[in-house]
Structures are given as C-alpha cells and as structure tokens.
C-alpha cells in the first residue's frame, strides 16, 4: 500500500477492526498552521508529524497527557482543545483573570487565580477561608492546576482528576488548614467554601483511566479527549472564527480557521491482479487543538474506507489532495 499524498500535510493509513469486527481502513491527515491575528490561519512551514503515542505533560511524572494519540480509528464528533497557559495582558502583575476560547458558537471560559491556601477558622464553630491570590503574570493550564488529586492520609482520590490539587475526602478545619486550592476553576462555579466539590476545569486531553473517559472503554465515544464542553456534534466546518482571551500577552487574539480540507481516495485492486477501483474516504475534521505560546494549531481529518480483512491486500494506493470549503 501507497500514500499518494499530494498536500504539505503529513497524512498516514491504518487498518483497524470496527466495533462490529469489520475491517476498514483509517486515514489521518495532520495539518499545522500558523495563527495570524485579524486574519486568516497559514500553512506552517514546519509540520508536526503524526504521533504514534501519547506525550505526557510532564514525562518525568508521566501523569497526564499533553497530547494523545492521533492514531484513533474514528471519533464520533469533533474534539477542541488547547495547550498553554493564561497570561497577564501585557505581562502585568494580576492576582486573577479570566481566560478562554470560541470556537464558532462554542466557548469555554475558567477562571485563573494566582497561588492561594486555605486557613482554618481556629475554632470547630468557624470555617476555613483561603488567603488573597498572589500576583502572577502566568499560569500553566494544567491539570495539576486544576480542582482534583489524591488525598495521602485517606488514599481517596479524584477519579476525574487525580493529578489535581484542593481533593480531601476527610476534611476538617485542622487537616486542610495551609492546604493549597486550585489555580483554575470553573468561572461560572468558583469555589467558595471549603465543603465544595467542583468539577476539574481545564482544556487539555482527558486521560484514559479519568472519569467519565473510563467509561466509554470499548465504544468509540473512548476516542473523544477533550474536556466537557469542548466537544463538538457533528464535526468541525474548519473555517470557523476563533477567539482567544488571556492566552498569550496581548490579551485577545481573533482569527479564522483556513477552510482547508483534504479529499482521500482509495484505489483497489481485486487479488491476484484482477480489475481496479476508486473508493472514498470521506474525511472530517474530528480535531482542533490550539498552541497559542507557539502561534500555531493543528488539525486532524479522518477518513474511513470498508476493507475485505485486516491485511489491507486489495488497497493498491491511498491518494490524498487538498481542496477549499
């Protein structure tokens, strides 16, 4: 089998089995692009290649990961997701800030505090309190960061997140006094007392072993990875308008996806040299996942084609070109 790839995207083709055990063949096209402020994303002229595993954010913890896998068979909507950091606009001091992201109609928004702890009330009648955010001029948009974690003394943990921080199963003004709370919240749900129980906020990949992602183990929902709300029915047009708040220095930047969208055909051949023929792979944009320190996102099609079984014998060539919405 031949990748016949006409387009400055880097494109690859894997054959899998279906949930019903039938055979087709996945091909992933991968495209990189540079942001441009007021105006239309361009074709990057480093592309990031395919990744064949998931890269960890942190690989000496290898706790959770920073990208996953482009290597899913098929995703049945579309994924957004985002890698970074919330700045200060113009890089001054802030002890808070909001910052997110719309995608088209879709918009997430979390709040993000500079580093705060809780204090006990000094007394069984009065409840802990947290301490005034201190002042930075970034944060990482990490899920360490992020409401969740492991609580040492009980051994519960956050099932949703468990890299997280602010999680205590046996909570009491002496045990979680001087205890961190997390940098990133939910902006419509901010913690406000110390019994709270928000959910984990964030833009990143959800891990496979994280609720609700476990799950979904067995179905194809499993190969969706973004976060609650960043998840997208039907696909990515890949022209939409993009809005970025408090992701990198100037504050807010607005842009558009290029409406480009590549086109996959398969041609097969019967066995033992017998007559040729053209099939589609008809191909959706199932990933969007924004690097805005780097100026730059990237895109994932994917496309799938029946195949008699697994060897992919009949598959003479898989051709891939690019064309404009």
């Not at 842009?255 to 040729?276: H, M």
Request: charged letters at 25%; one cysteine or more.
């Amino acid at each position: 089998m031949k990748i016949g790839n006409e387009t400055p995207f880097e494109a690859e083709a894997l054959p899998f089995l279906d949930t019903d055990g039938k055979a087709h063949l996945t091909v992933i096209v991968k495209g990189t692009f540079t942001i441009v402020p007021e105006g239309v994303a361009t074709i990057a002229g480093e592309q990031i290649p395919i990744l064949f595993g998931d890269e960890p954010a942190d690989p000496e913890k290898g706790d959770s990961p920073k990208f996953e896998a482009d290597t899913a068979p098929f995703k049945p909507r579309g994924d957004i997701l985002l890698v970074g950091k919330a700045h200060a606009p113009g890089g001054k001091p802030v002890r808070w800030l909001d910052a997110g992201l719309r995608v088209g109609t879709l918009q997430k928004v979390v709040r993000v505090f500079g580093d705060r702890t809780w204090i006990s009330g000094g007394g069984k009648l009065s409840a802990p309190v947290f301490t005034e955010p201190e002042p930075f001029t970034e944060v990482p948009l990490a899920y360490g960061k992020a409401f969740g974690g492991i609580d040492t003394e009980s051994g519960g943990f956050c099932a949703e997140n468990p890299v997280g921080c602010g999680y205590y199963t046996r909570k009491s003004p002496k045990n979680i006094d001087g205890a961190p709370l997390p940098n990133i919240e939910d902006a419509s749900r901010p913690i406000r007392s110390w019994t709270d129980h928000p959910a984990s906020a964030g833009f990143g990949p959800i891990a496979k072993g994280w609720a609700p992602r476990v799950g979904y183990l067995g179905t194809y929902d499993f190969y969706n990875v973004a976060p609650p709300g960043l998840q997208v029915a039907g696909y990515l047009r890949g022209d939409e308008e993009i809005l970025l708040l408090n992701l990198e220095k100037s504050g807010k930047v607005r842009f558009r996806l290029p409406g480009i969208a590549p086109v996959a055909t398969v041609e097969k051949t019967e066995r033992w040299s017998g007559p040729s023929w053209n099939e589609p792979a008809p191909m959706r944009l199932d990933t969007l996942c924004l690097l805005p320190d780097e100026g730059r996102l990237f895109l994932v099609w994917r496309g799938r084609c029946p195949l008699t079984d697994l060897s992919a014998l009949e598959v003479e060539t898989v051709r891939i070109v690019a064309s404009s919405r």
